[in-house]
């Protein structure tokens, strides 16, 4: 099978894995998040209802950046996305990521959409692990020297 085709069933699958615990309602709709690489958009789903309730893109004739195939175009989308949120009414969402890694851009959307007021995700990141250094070296333990192996005769 072509490796293409081979990618886009294995996107196809992440997709469903992803979709099969998210549901939008009115008091929470469903954030499906597209990018491209030019541009990303964003919609705010009823699945109920089968409706857009708002939508914001880099691609719109009031988008703020004329290009979004980058962190701060997917930024000014989540802002955008949030005050259309907040006008309506809406102030928690289901965030769904399709088929992407919640990296980069999608990333940067999500909490920009979250800052902006519209709750889709948690905001604290995981602090990378480092090893501590002991605050006095004094206090550390000496390391043991080794002592010479006895020479044999």
């Not at 175009?73 to 949120?85: Q, Y």
């Not at 889709?120 to 004094?138: F, S």
């Amino acid at each position: 099978m072509d490796a293409q085709k081979l990618k886009a069933r294995r996107a196809e699958r992440r997709k469903f894995r992803v979709r099969r615990f998210i549901h939008g309602t009115a008091a929470a709709p469903r954030l499906s998040v597209n990018r491209s690489n030019l541009h990303i958009s964003a919609q705010l789903i009823d699945d109920d209802a089968q409706v857009t309730l708002a939508s914001a893109s880099t691609k719109d004739k009031d988008a703020e950046v004329k290009y979004g195939g980058n962190v701060k175009g997917a930024t000014a989308v989540g802002k955008k996305l949030a005050e259309k949120a907040k006008a309506k009414g809406i102030a928690v969402a289901v965030f769904d990521r399709g088929d992407y890694r919640f990296h980069g851009r999608v990333k940067a959307l999500a909490r920009a959409a979250t800052e902006g007021g519209l709750v889709c995700t948690g905001l604290k990141d995981e602090p990378k692990k480092v090893k501590a250094a002991p605050a006095d070296p004094k206090a550390a333990k000496p390391k043991a020297e080794k002592k010479p192996a006895p020479a044999k005769t």
